[in-house]
């Protein structure tokens, strides 16, 4: 009988960890449900949510940006109408203010000209010439210091204003590229980009030639693809600009005691 009641007590013994294992499994289990639904609070986490509503937020706010320049530069206009209606001003002081409106990228401009086009290499770019490495991800699109070299090079062959996309630069213009967007004045712009520049075409080629920076960036265009196209226009227009021209800078945090 004690021999009887040993054999059967032994299994029970040896099932007893495995029953202790299948709680704690379990256990680990809902902590772990807890813990995924305490991060998400409710989300899906496996997806790019986030992401896209940041993406969405961007977005809007550019169209809110857009939408505040054409009322800031409507209401200059309305300004400007009534303050040369009678301002009691001679007229060599009124000339000297249309130079300054001129130089200041504020008044449509139009002459001569030509256009410059950046874009990204195509997807899936290989190295289009012997001996030369294949691309890293860095080697196939557009960076802020591309776009700069182009503005700067236009302004050093004797530009007399310039265009990035669709908005007239100015004297506090910073033309910033984040990840593959290029950020201007409030404004979000993706590839290809357009930089228009009013001014003679044969000067501003050889500045745009004459480039260091843009001489290297035509190393990446020969080996990898990368946008470049450049439009000459005998006769074209670039609209003044219509933004705030009031300067923001940081302040410092005054110290409490």
Not at 79 to 93: F, H, K, M, P, Y
Request: hydrophobic content about 40%; aromatic content about 4%.
């Amino acid at each position: 009988m004690s021999n009887s009641d040993d054999s059967s007590a032994g299994p029970r013994r040896r099932a007893r960890p495995i029953g202790l294992l299948t709680a704690a499994v379990f256990a680990l289990a809902g902590l772990l449900f807890v813990t995924s639904f305490n991060t998400s609070k409710g989300t899906n986490i496996r997806t790019d949510a986030s992401l896209l509503k940041l993406s969405d937020l961007i977005k809007e706010r550019s169209q809110d940006n857009a939408e505040l320049e054409e009322i800031t530069a409507a209401a200059r206009g309305r300004v400007d109408a009534l303050a040369d209606r009678d301002d009691g001003s001679t007229e060599a002081q009124d000339a000297r203010l249309a130079a300054l409106r001129a130089a200041s990228g504020t008044e449509e401009l139009s002459g001569r000209g030509l256009t410059v086009t950046l874009n990204d290499a195509p997807p899936n770019a290989t190295a289009r010439i012997p001996n030369v490495p294949e691309p890293q991800p860095n080697d196939l699109v557009i960076h802020q210091q591309d776009l700069q070299a182009v503005v700067n090079a236009l302004w050093q062959g004797g530009a007399e204003g310039i265009q990035v996309m669709d908005q007239r630069l100015i004297s506090t213009s910073a033309v910033r590229c984040v990840g593959n967007t290029l950020i201007l004045q409030g404004r979000v712009y993706s590839p290809p980009y357009k930089i228009s520049a009013v001014g003679d075409p044969a000067a501003l080629k050889k500045a745009l030639a004459a480039s260091p920076a843009l001489q290297n960036y035509q190393l990446y265009v020969n080996a990898y693809g990368l946008g470049w196209k450049v439009d000459e226009h005998k006769a074209m227009t670039l609209p003044g600009y219509s933004g705030t021209v009031d300067l923001h800078h940081a302040k410092p945090v005054a110290n409490t005691p």
